[in-house]
């Protein structure tokens, strides 16, 4: 595809995806209540995703550096600068995203590179928290990303991740079995590889980081998928001119394989905080 025709492209998938999730491109932790009527709440609950992490991430002072690994077109970056009154460098392997992410933000304190996570060229010990937000799922090199994590904080500083989780090992008659459906979340959203939580508190640990708390919300996050998926069938026409009727039907699918995997216990979603030691 010529640059143009890429651009294009994301432009489609972009908005394809402000008419499923919203704003936000990731999860929500909705309330009991508002798990009765997810779509209604699927807003709030995106932002509660992010006020979610920043508590895990408390203290955090006023003036904080903080690094966002993964921070696609920016929302989370800029609502912490916003919330919190940090700086925020947000950093992403997507030239788009990154482009993009310039062109929408105007805060003070805000900016963005384009890096890979596993060798981002930032200085060492140059920023009091490192934030993680539903990125780590895409990279192959999780030892890698939470090393250069490490590596970039100041000693006393902060790790938070949060992620989609393997909660249950596919043996291989599974991979079988649910070949239709892997394929059909590869396509959806992105080659991905889930990890249970303990593998990544013992690549935090490997890269000298100490875990100070893990949490689970795949309870609080199940009305997301309910949520996407029913958007994904209300504005299916419009779907059909941005992504194609293959795009929609396997948006819609993938929202219902994934509802499964998490009422199966076998994915879900969850939270590690880690320190480095002063
Ligand atoms: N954290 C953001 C975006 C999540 S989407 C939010 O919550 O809204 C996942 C992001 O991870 C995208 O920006 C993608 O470009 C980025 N990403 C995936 N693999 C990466 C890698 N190896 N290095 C850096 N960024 C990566």
């Not at 432009?11 to 798990?35: N, S």
């Not at 482009?99 to 105007?106: F, W």
């Not at 249970?196 to 875990?211: D, F, K, Q, R």
């Not at 919300?217 to 997301?224: D, E, I, L, N």
């Given at each position: 595809m010529t640059t143009e025709l890429t651009a294009r492209h994301y432009d489609a998938v972009t908005a394809a995806w402000r008419l499923v999730m919203g704003e936000a491109f990731h999860y929500g932790i909705f309330t009991p209540a508002e798990a009765a009527d997810p779509v209604a709440h699927l807003q709030r609950a995106a932002v509660r995703l992010n006020e979610s992490l920043l508590a895990a991430a408390a203290p955090l002072p006023t003036g904080a550096r903080v690094l966002d690994v993964g921070c696609g077109i920016g929302g989370p970056a800029r609502w912490l600068a916003h919330t919190a009154q940090v700086q925020v460098r947000g950093l992403s392997n997507s030239p788009t995203g990154i482009a993009t992410a310039q062109a929408i933000t105007d805060v003070p304190g805000v900016d963005f590179v384009v890096a890979?996570?596993?060798?981002?060229?930032?200085?060492?010990?140059?920023f009091d928290l490192v934030w993680v937000m539903e990125s780590s799922h895409l990279m192959p090199d999780k030892p890698g990303l939470l090393r250069e994590c490490a590596r970039v904080l100041r000693p006393g500083g902060r790790l938070v991740l949060c992620d989609l989780l393997l909660h249950r090992p596919f043996e291989l008659s599974d991979v079988f079995a649910l070949r239709s459906e892997l394929k059909c979340l590869d396509r959806a959203f992105g080659r991905a590889k889930m990890e249970p939580i303990s593998a990544y508190a013992g690549w935090a640990e490997a890269a000298g980081l100490v875990v100070e708390a893990t949490a689970d919300?795949?309870?609080?996050?199940?009305p997301t998928l309910v949520a996407w998926a029913a958007n994904a069938r209300a504005h299916s026409v419009e779907l059909y001119d941005l992504i194609g009727e293959s795009g929609v039907d396997d948006l819609a699918r993938a929202c219902a394989i994934l509802l499964d995997f998490w009422d199966q216990g076998r994915m879900g979603y969850g939270m590690l905080r880690a320190g480095k030691p002063a």
């Amino acid at each position: 595809m010529t640059t143009e025709l890429t651009a294009r492209h994301y432009d489609a998938v972009t908005a394809a995806w402000r008419l499923v999730m919203g704003e936000a491109f990731h999860y929500g932790i909705f309330t009991p209540a508002e798990a009765a009527d997810p779509v209604a709440h699927l807003q709030r609950a995106a932002v509660r995703l992010n006020e979610s992490l920043l508590a895990a991430a408390a203290p955090l002072p006023t003036g904080a550096r903080v690094l966002d690994v993964g921070c696609g077109i920016g929302g989370p970056a800029r609502w912490l600068a916003h919330t919190a009154q940090v700086q925020v460098r947000g950093l992403s392997n997507s030239p788009t995203g990154i482009a993009t992410a310039q062109a929408i933000t105007d805060v003070p304190g805000v900016d963005f590179v384009v890096a890979d996570a596993t060798a981002n060229g930032q200085p060492d010990a140059a920023f009091d928290l490192v934030w993680v937000m539903e990125s780590s799922h895409l990279m192959p090199d999780k030892p890698g990303l939470l090393r250069e994590c490490a590596r970039v904080l100041r000693p006393g500083g902060r790790l938070v991740l949060c992620d989609l989780l393997l909660h249950r090992p596919f043996e291989l008659s599974d991979v079988f079995a649910l070949r239709s459906e892997l394929k059909c979340l590869d396509r959806a959203f992105g080659r991905a590889k889930m990890e249970p939580i303990s593998a990544y508190a013992g690549w935090a640990e490997a890269a000298g980081l100490v875990v100070e708390a893990t949490a689970d919300w795949t309870v609080q996050t199940r009305p997301t998928l309910v949520a996407w998926a029913a958007n994904a069938r209300a504005h299916s026409v419009e779907l059909y001119d941005l992504i194609g009727e293959s795009g929609v039907d396997d948006l819609a699918r993938a929202c219902a394989i994934l509802l499964d995997f998490w009422d199966q216990g076998r994915m879900g979603y969850g939270m590690l905080r880690a320190g480095k030691p002063a």
